[in-house]
Structures are given as C-alpha cells and as structure tokens.
C-alpha cells in the first residue's frame, strides 16, 4: 500500500498563475483534509471531505478551491495564486470512525513568486 | 473555535535524558488528542494518542498525560535517542461532531545530541 501520495512534491509558481494539487489514496478512507504548513504556525485546516462529492470549508479557505470526484482523490485548486500563498501543504485522509489517526501524505512545497 | 497552545518551540537535550512537551487547549468538549512526529521533508505520523476517559497512555518510551480540568495534556519521552530528533505536534479533536477536525499546536523542534 502507498498510502497518502501527493503529487506534485515541488512547484514553483508565477503570481496569478493557476495549479491543481492531487492526494491520492489507497486505504478506502472516507474522509479527506488539505492543511497547510507554515514556520511557527503549525498545520492549518484548508477543506475537508467527508465523503465522494462532498466538500467543506476549514480555518483557511480563502484562495483555494477543492473536489472530491472519487472517493480516493481530492484535489486542492489555486486559481490565482499570489505570494501568501507560498507554504508546504499536506493531505490527510481517515476512516470514519471514532478516535481514528489521520494519514499524511509527504507533502507538495509550493513557492509563489 | 478551538485554540491549542505548545510548548515549547525548540527543545536540545542530551541524548539519554527525558524531553517533556507541554500543550493547552481552549475548548472543554475536545476529547481526543494525538501527538505526531514530523521528520525532515516527510509528513506527520502518528506516535501515541489519549482520550478524555484516560489520565496517561504508555508505550514503551513514549507516555502522554491528560488534565482535563486544567485542559493540558504533555508528551513524555525518555531514554532520548537522536532518532528522535524531529518536529513534534500535538493536537485537539471532538470526536463524534467534527468529522475528525484537528486543530494542531504550533510544533516543538525537538533535537537529541549524541
């Protein structure tokens, strides 16, 4: 089993520019999270999924876009990417039972220049 | 929303001593707290976790103790190794009403001098 795989692991972006980043995993889970990572500030919620074709809001949201399609896939959307934005994000997948761990990928180093 | 606090940020002991890793929350219904261990260039594991109906959880060099009334609970690591040198998190949940949302602390650099 992979896991948690995050594709791709670095981008470098212009300002403006537009990207997709892809989690994928093989462990069945039903739910999905995107976090992003920053110096001192821990991991911070994105979006979330609780299951195909649903999607909601976590702490962050703003500038940022996602899509649950397949149950194994949740892409996280930067339409117009601008230098904040510059951060190493992670996703994280689960089952849906109690008291369960959440599995992170390695994450994808994205620079916005 | 939920706030969690960690401390401290960076922590060097030698190797052979005890690191102790110290987190606060705010939100009294949060009932399950997961420490996870982040190595270089790789994404956080999960080491140990604690729920609410339990004081502390052991395993083998690995305990963390839970306070729910003064709402902190601490990482405990004895016998360091370098091995264990990495960034450390611990962070807060609600099971059974958030779909599994963790709010994380801001992470300990924990680094173990041979």
């Known amino acids: 089993n992979a896991g948690v795989t995050q594709t791709p692991k670095f981008r470098v972006l212009k300002t403006g520019q537009s990207m997709t980043l892809l989690c994928a995993q093989d462990?069945?889970?039903?739910?999905m999270y995107w976090y992003r990572q920053d110096p001192g500030m821990g991991l911070r919620l994105i979006h979330y999924s609780v299951g195909e074709g649903t999607t909601a809001k976590g702490e962050v949201p703003d500038g940022y876009n996602v899509s649950r399609l397949k149950k194994q896939n949740f892409l996280l959307g930067l339409e117009s990417a601008a230098p904040s934005q510059t951060s190493v994000y992670f996703c994280a997948s689960r089952r849906n039972r109690e008291n369960q761990p959440q599995h992170f990928g390695d994450g994808t180093r994205l620079s916005i220049l | 929303g939920e706030n969690v606090e960690q401390h401290p940020s960076t922590l060097s002991v030698q190797e052979g001593d005890s690191a102790v890793i110290k987190c606060t929350y705010s939100d009294s219904a949060s009932n399950y707290f997961p420490w996870y261990k982040q190595e270089l260039g790789k994404g956080p594991q999960l080491i140990i976790d604690i729920r609410s109906n339990v004081g502390e959880k052991k395993d083998q060099r690995i305990a963390v103790t839970l306070n729910k009334t003064a709402k902190h609970f601490s990482l405990h690591i004895t016998e360091t190794q370098p091995e264990d040198s990495a960034v450390y998190f611990c962070?807060?949940?609600?099971?059974?009403?958030?779909?599994?949302?963790?709010?994380f602390g801001q992470g300990t650099i924990l680094t173990v001098h041979p």
């Open positions: 962070a807060a949940s609600m099971e059974g009403t958030s779909y599994g949302k963790l709010t």
């Open positions: 462990m069945n889970h039903e739910y």
